[in-house]
């Protein structure tokens, strides 16, 4: 059974949403001879789970080849775990501002609760137990991963353990953890491999000083020093957290500014709140190297200077799950940076091989993996099927105050030359924030000058992720700035500036 080559666009796809997988259902067989043909799939990532269950809905026999666990690096690497240990850095940052809203932390009460060596009248702070902390981050990751490979089972979805490889675009060869291979043949074949963390030359990780984000859950005490090289999403992210947490941090950044890809307004705020908070941030100053000393590490930068510290997490970017993969053999076209073409509707340059998710270089986030590899299945299966967007998506980085954007950026909206208004409010003038002693953080919106269309939006503040969802309808279903003012706020609320942004827009746009 070949792909479909017509592309429909009725139905739109679901929000792009990594799954809950929480719902129960009763156990599905796959039939024998299943009208929809043999869907193989490589990786059991967002791209490659998500895609499953769509491929079962559509009447497919599905098998995932998964080599590590199912949920992929998002579970158990990346998304989850980095998540679930902000959860808690997020707590320490709220219980900064307690003495600001009147709570007191005394020691009597501390006491009371176990901590030694506290006399009355002592000033108390709270304090990590990263073997704790990094104990319930694997325990939620492991548990998420268990759930979807119950859900995969309860929709009939077999899941063989190996690595899979392409040997031609209808069979893909699986190795075992025993060395043993066997072959599956294959209607349709998405490939949804993911990245894995980019590794300097001569900074070799080794598990216990110098490490990648996947091994920062195998600490057991909090750094002393922790030098972070690399300020995009994930430096940034790690670097504030731990920051939180307590540890010293010195971000380094080869960049002018931490988080370069992002709002420079949104960035700048943070890299100001990074500082005073403690972050030692050197920006222009790429790592070249790293080895360890008796008790910690040394960072050496390109222009020779060196930074010590008692661990270092490179945080340099990713690199595609590409290599091995029989791309090549199959004759599949791949970019020079290693990432497997795709169109919109998933399909590589071969009739036959989809490929979602990481491995493709398209916007490396879960919730568009998930809705890649969907439109693959949908797109092979022969469903209706809207080719991907990414005008919609809304993207978070969470770190303290978090920022949330969607849309088109500013930058963007310049390259384009696009005729746009903007306005920007401090959320300190919301009164919300005032009550919970929020300073830091702003919305701004982006709007067409002639149509008053929303084009995107940024909001920094505590849950910006929540607060971005009625400006991501709003870019998604075109939206006027005035229609987002007509709507009712709560008061008082933290979405009532995005209200009064909007309003100002309208303001503008009749000045
Ligand atoms: C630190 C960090 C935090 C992040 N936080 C967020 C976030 O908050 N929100 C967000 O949307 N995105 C986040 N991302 C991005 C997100 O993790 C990725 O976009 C997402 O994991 C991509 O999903 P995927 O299915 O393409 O690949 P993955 O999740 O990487 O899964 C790929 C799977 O394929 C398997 N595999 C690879 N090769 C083979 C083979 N040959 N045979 C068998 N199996 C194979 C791997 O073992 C893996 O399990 C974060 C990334 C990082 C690094
Ligand atoms: N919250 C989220 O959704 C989230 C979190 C983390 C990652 N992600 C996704 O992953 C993507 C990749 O993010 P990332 O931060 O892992 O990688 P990245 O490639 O975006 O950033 C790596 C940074 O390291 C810098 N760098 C490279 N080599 C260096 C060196 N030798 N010394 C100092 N700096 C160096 C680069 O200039 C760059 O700024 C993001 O675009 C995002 O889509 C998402």
């Given at each position: 059974?070949?792909?479909?080559?017509?592309?429909?666009?009725?139905?739109?796809?679901?929000q792009?949403?990594?799954?809950?997988?929480?719902?129960?259902?009763?156990?599905?067989?796959?039939?024998?001879?299943?009208?929809?043909?043999?869907?193989?799939?490589?990786?059991?990532?967002?791209g490659?789970?998500?895609?499953?269950?769509?491929?079962?809905?559509?009447?497919?026999?599905?098998?995932?080849?998964?080599?590590?666990?199912l949920?992929?690096?998002?579970?158990?690497?990346?998304?989850?775990?980095?998540?679930?240990?902000?959860?808690?850095?997020?707590?320490?940052?709220?219980?900064?501002?307690?003495?600001?809203?009147?709570?007191?932390?005394?020691?009597?009460?501390?006491?009371?609760?176990?901590?030694?060596?506290?006399g009355?009248?002592?000033?108390?702070?709270?304090?990590?137990?990263?073997?704790?902390?990094?104990?319930?981050?694997?325990?939620?990751?492991?548990?998420?991963?268990?759930?979807?490979?119950?859900?995969?089972?309860?929709?009939?979805?077999?899941?063989?353990?190996?690595?899979?490889?392409?040997?031609?675009?209808?069979?893909?060869?699986?190795?075992?953890?025993?060395g043993?291979?066997?072959?599956?043949?294959?209607?349709?074949?998405?490939?949804?491999?993911?990245?894995?963390?980019?590794?300097?030359?001569?900074?070799?990780?080794?598990?216990?000083r110098?490490?990648?984000?996947?091994?920062?859950?195998?600490?057991?005490?909090?750094?002393?020093?922790?030098?972070?090289?690399?300020?995009?999403?994930?430096?940034?992210?790690?670097?504030?957290?731990?920051?939180?947490?307590?540890?010293?941090?010195?971000?380094?950044?080869?960049?002018?500014?931490?988080?370069?890809?992002?709002?420079?307004?949104?960035?700048?705020?943070?890299?100001?709140?990074?500082?005073?908070?403690?972050?030692?941030?050197m920006?222009r100053?790429r790592?070249s190297?790293?080895?360890?000393?008796?008790?910690?590490?040394?960072?050496?930068?390109?222009?020779?200077?060196?930074?010590?510290?008692?661990?270092?997490?490179?945080?340099?970017?990713?690199?595609?799950?590409?290599?091995?993969?029989?791309?090549?053999?199959?004759?599949?076209?791949?970019?020079?940076?290693?990432?497997?073409?795709?169109?919109?509707?998933?399909?590589?340059?071969?009739?036959?091989?989809?490929?979602a998710?990481?491995?493709?270089g398209?916007?490396?986030?879960?919730?568009?993996?998930?809705?890649?590899?969907?439109?693959?299945?949908?797109?092979?299966?022969?469903?209706?099927?809207?080719?991907?967007?990414?005008?919609?998506?809304?993207?978070?980085?969470?770190?303290?105050?978090?920022?949330?954007?969607?849309?088109?950026?500013e930058?963007?909206?310049?390259?384009?030359?696009?005729?746009?208004?903007?306005?920007?409010?401090?959320?300190?003038?919301?009164?919300?924030?005032?009550?919970?002693g929020?300073?830091?953080?702003?919305?701004?919106?982006?709007?067409?000058?002639?149509?008053g269309?929303i084009?995107?939006?940024?909001?920094?503040?505590?849950?910006?992720?929540?607060?971005?969802?009625?400006?991501?309808?709003?870019?998604?279903?075109?939206?006027?700035?005035?229609?987002?003012?007509?709507?009712?706020?709560?008061?008082?609320?933290?979405?009532?500036?995005?209200?009064?942004?909007?309003?100002?827009?309208?303001?503008?746009?009749?000045?």
């Open positions: 059974m070949g792909p479909v080559t017509s592309e429909q666009t009725s139905a739109a796809p679901d792009p949403q990594v799954p809950a997988v929480t719902a129960a259902s009763t156990v599905r067989d796959a039939p024998d001879d299943p009208p929809a043909g043999h869907v193989v799939i490589v990786g059991g990532g967002p490659g789970y998500e895609a499953a269950l769509v491929a079962r809905r559509l009447g497919a026999r599905v098998t995932v080849v998964e080599r590590a666990g949920g992929g690096a998002a579970v158990l690497t990346d998304v989850v775990p980095s998540k679930t240990l902000i959860a808690t850095a997020e707590w320490m940052t709220i219980a900064d501002r307690a003495p600001e809203l009147g709570i007191r932390l005394d020691a009597l009460a501390a006491v009371g609760a176990g901590a030694s060596g506290a009355p009248g002592t000033a108390l702070r709270h304090s990590i137990d990263l073997r704790a902390v990094n104990a319930r981050v694997k325990a939620l990751a492991s548990a998420q991963s268990d759930d979807i490979r119950a859900r995969l089972a309860r929709e009939g979805v077999d899941v063989v353990t190996g690595t899979g490889r392409l040997l031609d675009p209808g069979r893909v060869a699986v190795t075992g953890e025993d043993r291979e066997h072959e599956l043949a294959a209607d349709v074949v998405l490939l949804a491999t993911g990245a894995t963390p980019r590794v300097l030359p001569d900074a070799r990780p080794d598990g216990e110098i490490l990648t984000w996947t091994e920062m859950y195998d600490l057991d005490e909090l750094p002393e020093r922790l030098v972070v090289v690399g300020s995009g999403v994930t430096g940034a992210e790690f670097a504030g957290a731990y920051t939180s947490l307590g540890a010293d941090v010195v971000l380094v950044s080869s960049r002018d500014r931490v988080l370069p890809g992002e709002d420079a307004d949104a960035a700048e705020l943070i890299e100001r709140i990074f500082t005073q908070r403690g972050m030692t941030v920006s100053s790592a190297a790293a080895r360890r000393t008796a008790d910690g590490v040394v960072v050496t930068l390109e222009d020779g200077r060196t930074v010590e510290g008692s661990h270092v997490l490179f945080a340099v970017g990713s690199v595609p799950t590409t290599r091995g993969l029989g791309l090549e053999e199959a004759g599949v076209r791949v970019t020079p940076s290693g990432h497997v073409e795709v169109d919109k509707v998933s399909r590589t340059n071969v009739r036959g091989v989809y490929a998710g990481d491995c493709t398209v916007l490396p986030l879960a919730s568009v993996a998930a809705t890649q590899g969907r439109i693959a299945m949908s797109h092979a299966l022969g469903d209706a099927v809207r080719p991907l967007s990414l005008r919609g998506i809304s993207a978070n980085i969470f770190t303290a105050p978090e920022i949330a954007t969607v849309g088109l950026s930058a963007r909206l310049r390259e384009t030359g696009t005729h746009y208004r903007t306005s920007t409010l401090p959320l300190s003038r919301n009164p919300r924030a005032k009550m919970l929020v300073r830091d953080g702003f919305v701004k919106i982006f709007a067409h000058a002639g149509t269309t084009l995107g939006a940024v909001v920094v503040g505590p849950r910006a992720s929540e607060s971005i969802f009625p400006l991501t309808l709003a870019v998604t279903h075109r939206l006027t700035a005035d229609q987002v003012a007509e709507a009712s706020t709560v008061y008082p609320s933290m979405s009532g500036t995005i209200a009064e942004v909007a309003r100002m827009l309208h303001q503008r746009a009749i000045d």
